[in-house]
């Protein structure tokens, strides 16, 4: 049939940074556990929901930490036969888990906030504050450790944002404690709550979208489909190109799969030189495996010649 089947040689999978910000996660997760314990025994102590909540959402960075630790630790693994692409998506689906985590314990929040409206405990302000200022500077410690780390990866930055959102969480609690204090407002308890909830809810919206769409082989951000499609069919030699599918490997590498239709008397070899040096250069797009087919033939993968 004449068909040319190519695919990027030598171009190796790109891994994390070898062991970098490991030691200080390990440091962050044995802070936020000890921190957690402090906290729940203190809310118990004090009968403050907000301070429980803040210990719990502590023993959830603690373990989102914990995860992305050991997701990071699987990225690293080579490829092989059975996962061609290596272990880098592991990241991927930590990060996920760690935002689903998020959004159970703002709803858990929420839920515990409304009870309390109706009938506000008694809360002792000042061990409340106590606690909480601690907890605040646990929390900014942590952000601080992982904060380069989180520069690298989806996943870690999933756990530095627990970090900043219980850090809020923190100064949130640490303001009702002080209202609880000087003014006897026992509501302000719960109220914070729930705006420690919602706030949380905002920021795992804003952060959860990129996640979905590599979870789902979607086509990275703002790249257009049909320019695309036109760029690889301008290229000299080649009539057009269909059966065009576009995914993240990772968030660090964008994967394409193509069928060119070469013009009559075309090298295709030097057509699909050109299309990868395009897609490299105008798309970042350095992972391309390209089919090419002679013009008015039927396509190889039975699609009849130009679906997408």
Known sequence: MGHSH??????????????AGDGTILVAVLVNLALTGAQIIGGYVADSTALIAD??????????????????????????????????????????????ALIAVSVWLGIEALGRLVEPPQVAGGLVMALAGFALLVDMATAALVWRASKESVNIRAAFLH?????????????????????????????????????????????????????????????????????????EGVAGAHHLHLWQIDERRTALSAHLVMREGADPVLAVRRVKALLRRDFGIDHATIETERTGEACGDGQGGHRP
Do not use: K
């Open 55 to 100: 210990g719990v959402h502590n023993l959830s960075d603690a373990l989102a930490l914990v995860l992305a630790f050991g997701a990071r630790r699987l990225a690293r693994r080579p490829a092989s036969p059975d996962m061609s692409y290596g272990w880098g998506r592991a990241e991927i689906v930590a990060a996920f888990v760690n935002y689903i």
């Open 163 to 235: 970090n900043l959102a219980d850090a809020a969480v923190s100064v949130a609690v640490i303001l009702g404690g002080a209202l609880i204090w000087a003014f006897g407002w026992q509501i302000a308890d719960p109220v914070l709550t729930l705006l420690i909830s919602a706030v949380i809810l905002w920021h795992v919206g804003q952060e959860i979208g990129p996640v979905m769409r590599m979870l789902m082989l979607a086509a990275p951000a703002g790249v257009d489909h049909a320019a695309l499609a036109g760029a690889m069919a301008g290229v």
């Open 6 to 19: 190519s695919h990027d040689g030598g171009h190796g999978h790109a891994h994390l940074p070898g062991g």
